[in-house]
């Protein structure tokens, strides 16, 4: 994995790169930083008086190279509020340690964002989930291995973040009402990150169904570790892109995650907008 140091991805590299955005696209102290999963990139473009910025702009961000995820910073209002909006992330799959995986939560705060939105695509381990479901994250567990608070403690950081409420309950509920004013269902579950690159085999998807998981993925975990660290509020969302291994005779591919995501655009879009209009 790529090595992090304080001075590429630290405290003092992330108000670096804040300056960076601040002076190209004129960010004063969002409402909310979204970071957008693979194919839910559609909601930047629902972004008004959008100012758009490529990560190879950005001192410490990475180009991205998956399929859904664009590698811009877009700023602008989305609800009536300001917003700043993560078209792509530096997957740890990729080789990225997680202090790069979630620095731009780390920039993101020192932009002045209170609130992370994180959204995923993911495969259903609950067997009542069906491709396109929209699930709350409840909660997660992390089979990654790693966390981006290892290494020298930053000042900015708590140094041992009291992880009992990662997804903060005042947002989740928001998030809820939100949903109930759009008549959207929003299912409810527990988001378990590995890894990755590679799908779980069945065998693993009935381990993960037996330790209390209901959807998995490959990222979303280091971002709200950080974000909690940072004194953040985080709330997430998956997108039920597939059923997990073994729960169906379909092979696995990302490009049912990217028709999954295609499909469920429309009210994805509506729920983060409305969601961020009750902030």
């Known amino acids: 994995m790529s090595e992090q140091t304080p001075a590429t991805h630290g405290a003092e590299a992330a108000r670096t790169a804040a300056a960076v955005i601040r002076a190209r696209l004129g960010v004063q102290d969002p409402a909310c930083a979204i970071v957008l999963g693979s194919g839910l990139g559609?909601?930047?473009?629902?972004?008004?008086?959008?100012?758009?910025?490529?990560?190879?702009?950005i001192p410490g961000f990475h180009a991205t190279h998956i399929v859904g995820h664009k590698g811009q910073l877009i700023a602008g209002k989305l609800g009536g509020r300001?917003?700043?909006?993560l078209a792509g992330r530096f997957h740890m799959y990729e080789g990225h340690?997680?202090?790069?995986?979630?620095?731009?939560?780390?920039?993101a705060h020192a932009l002045g964002a209170e609130a992370l939105f994180v959204s995923n695509a993911a495969g259903g381990i609950r067997r009542t989930f069906s491709a396109g479901d929209l699930m709350l994250i409840e909660d997660h567990i992390n089979l990654q291995f790693v966390n981006p608070l290892s290494g020298?403690?930053?000042t900015t950081d708590e140094r041992f973040p009291d992880m009992s409420a990662?997804?903060?309950?005042?947002?989740?509920?928001?998030l809820r009402d939100a949903a109930r004013r759009l008549q959207i269902p929003l299912q409810t579950g527990v988001y378990v990150g590995l890894l990755g690159p590679t799908y779980e085999t069945p065998a693993e998807v009935r381990m993960l169904e037996r330790l209390g998981a209901d959807a998995t993925g490959m990222s979303t975990v280091p971002e709200?570790?950080?974000?909690?660290?940072?004194?953040?509020?985080?709330?997430g969302v998956s997108l039920i892109s597939n059923p997990a291994a073994g729960l169906s005779a379909e092979k696995l591919s990302h490009a049912d995650v990217m028709r999954a995501a295609e499909a469920a655009g429309e009210k994805f879009c509506a729920l983060v907008t409305e969601f961020v209009r009750g902030l």
């Open 166 to 174: 990662a997804y903060s309950p005042r947002l989740k509920e928001l």
């Open 224 to 235: 709200v570790i950080l974000a909690n660290a940072l004194g953040v509020e985080a709330v």
């Open 152 to 154: 020298r403690a930053e």
């Open 42 to 57: 559609g909601l930047a473009d629902r972004i008004e008086q959008a100012r758009r910025l490529p990560y190879a702009d």
């Open 97 to 107: 340690s997680p202090q790069v995986s979630a620095f731009p939560v780390r920039v």
């Open 82 to 85: 300001e917003v700043i909006a």
